[in-house]
């Protein structure tokens, strides 16, 4: 299961500078765990901190002009941490399985002449095979849309400390001294057509580059929630789906085709469902003529099914994130913006049992990554998988993990919930 370690943020609304786990040059600092929660007050900037990988995935699909427009952003200045006049920064550190070398993927994204977003620099790197130390490879380096690709065999060799010796359409500028570039006859010098479509986007599509198609799938797949019950009520075209989307309505879509491929486990997932979700027996569907698939909820105490229409809001999103992990080939990670909105408080800690025994799982579950503002969903969870976001006096964003306060670590280890203490004040600066 490919797993973020690590990722800082740099001028992205409130997110001036914002570090959370492992970076390369970092390794001294705890990995992200599986489950991951972040908590803080109303306008600390959880909210940006999930639109953050929002943008990166909206950059990935459609360029990073139209991603800075999308869902309300309001453009690149409104974006961009105020007061400031520097670049968004992003960096992503991650490993495809447990053992793997890891990745770095780093994005700059500025103004251009135009005063248009486009993709400033953008480089992608990995330690060598048996490199435990120093620099890793940059096997794609892109800075103003130039640069090169490595695609075959590893031979390494060092950049001197004068830069200048070793100069290719100025990409070189970008790595420091005693950095390794990956180089080779399979190396490619490349020049994108368009500077405001991500190189991994590109490249990402080749065959001959595995590395940078590998982080450009793992991108795709991640899941971010914004799912609306409303949509999930709708009773989409018949036809079956693989997955549930981002706004969940072709939850009918993606019963369908879990009916239609796992029969059995699917009638066992309804079950177990059930169980999980109160005041409801039983969980089947109906077949419509048209061939359209409904979902029934039984209640013991009627005779009479209910149908996803007319359910609640708390029952359908319950029953829609149990569905995502339970899906055959779960998303690599998983992010939602407060799961408790609509849900009933007891629920809460099943809910959050749910995601972690899904994120630790060993059949491969996804890297689960949640904000949320309920005590109760923070009882579940222990102090290294929670990280608190605060408002600095400089109006920006700072972020600590739970872990990191002994006093907090200890109370937890004697006993005391998590999100008791975190009602009480003991989470907050002191």
């Not at 105020?82 to 993927?105: D, L, M, Q």
């Not at 599509?205 to 609306?228: D, I, M, N």
């Not at 059930?274 to 359209?292: C, F, L, N, S, W």
Request: charged letters at 30%; glycine letters at 10%; aromatic letters at 10%.
């Amino acid at each position: 299961m490919a797993k973020i370690e690590g990722f800082r943020i740099k001028n992205y609304r409130a997110l001036k500078d914002v570090t959370l786990g492992k970076l390369w040059n970092l390794q001294k600092a705890e990995p992200l765990t599986p489950m991951t929660a972040v908590i803080g007050k109303n306008g600390v900037g959880k909210s940006t901190l999930f639109d953050a990988f929002g943008f990166l995935a909206d950059c990935l699909k459609n360029g990073v002009e139209e991603a800075c427009d999308a869902r309300g952003r309001g453009g690149f200045q409104e974006i961009r941490s105020r007061g400031e006049s520097g670049p968004v920064e992003f960096e992503i550190y991650y490993k495809e399985e447990g053992n793997a070398r890891p990745f770095t993927y780093e994005l700059t994204i500025d103004l251009d002449v135009t005063s248009r977003p486009y993709v400033q620099k953008e480089r992608l790197r990995q330690r060598r095979i048996g490199q435990k130390h120093g620099w890793p490879f940059s096997f794609l380096v892109l800075n103003e849309g130039k640069g090169v690709v490595w695609k075959g065999e590893v031979i390494g060799r060092q950049i001197d400390e004068h830069k200048g010796d070793f100069d290719l359409f100025g990409f070189i500028e970008s790595l420091q001294a005693g950095e390794y570039l990956e180089e080779s006859k399979e190396t490619e010098v490349v020049e994108l057509e368009d500077k405001r479509k991500l190189g991994i986007a590109t490249l990402g599509s080749l065959k001959q580059h595995p590395r940078v198609a590998a982080f450009r799938k793992f991108v795709e797949g991640w899941y971010l929630s914004y799912f609306t019950p409303d949509a999930a009520r709708s009773l989409p075209l018949a036809g079956p789906q693989k997955h549930l989307n981002i706004h969940g309505d072709n939850l009918g879509n993606v019963v369908q085709f879990m009916e239609r491929e796992h029969p059995k486990k699917f009638q066992s997932i309804l079950d177990s469902i059930a169980e999980k979700i109160p005041g409801v027996d039983t969980i089947d569907t109906e077949k419509t003529k048209d061939g359209r698939i409904l979902l029934r909820f039984n209640d013991k105490s009627f005779h009479d099914p209910f149908y996803a229409h007319e359910m609640s809001d708390g029952t359908l999103k319950v029953f829609a994130y149990l569905l995502l992990l339970e899906d055959p080939s779960p998303p690599p990670f998983i992010c939602i913006e407060e799961p408790e909105n609509g849900l009933y408080h007891k629920l809460l800690e099943t809910l959050a049992m749910e995601f972690r025994n899904h994120a630790t799982s060993r059949k491969g579950g996804s890297q689960v990554f949640v904000t949320t503002h309920h005590p109760y969903f923070v009882d579940s969870l222990e102090p290294n998988e929670v990280w608190i976001l605060e408002k600095g006096s400089d109006g920006f964003s700072a972020i600590k993990r739970v872990s990191d306060d002994e006093l907090v670590k200890n109370m937890v280890s004697e006993g005391l919930p998590l999100g008791g203490l975190w009602y009480s004040d003991y989470l907050d600066a002191r």
